[in-house]
């Protein structure tokens, strides 16, 4: 599986920004696919992530009401990250994950493959 991230960059405060994730090679029935982000200094969180099967979704506490997850609707193993509202703190290297199986958890559990990772920077 491999995962090639775009759409990071530059933005300031209150801007908004698109992340997309494209997935090759995926061979799972089920999967869980998202966004996790790494602010220097910090641990990587889980962002949001979404269910392959039924496009059950996932936000963290951070991302609600902000952020916006979505499948492409013509290339389904093509997620969106619809970034709204950006703070300074939203800065981070933003990864696409995406990991075998049928349920959303809490945090969007733990990844099996991983994207290079994107650089979101929100100036204040």
């Known amino acids: 599986v491999q995962l090639v991230e775009s759409g990071g960059g530059l933005v300031q405060s209150g801007g908004s920004l698109r992340l997309s994730c494209t997935a090759s090679?995926?061979?799972?029935?089920?999967?869980?696919i998202g966004w996790f982000r790494q602010a220097p200094g910090k641990e990587r969180e889980g962002v949001s992530c979404?269910?392959?099967?039924?496009?059950?979704?996932?936000y963290a506490d951070s991302a609600k009401g902000r952020f916006t997850i979505s499948r492409d609707k013509v290339n389904k193993n093509t997620v969106y990250l619809q970034m709204s509202s950006l703070k300074p703190e939203d800065t981070a290297v933003y990864y696409c994950?995406?990991?075998?199986?049928?349920?959303?958890?809490?945090?969007?559990?733990?990844?099996?493959?991983w994207g290079q990772g994107t650089q979101v920077t929100v100036s204040s």
């Open positions: 090679g995926v061979t799972l029935k089920y999967y869980i």
């Open positions: 994950a995406l990991r075998g199986g049928d349920y959303v958890f809490e945090g969007c559990g733990v990844s099996d493959y």
């Open positions: 979404i269910n392959s099967s039924d496009g059950e979704t996932y």
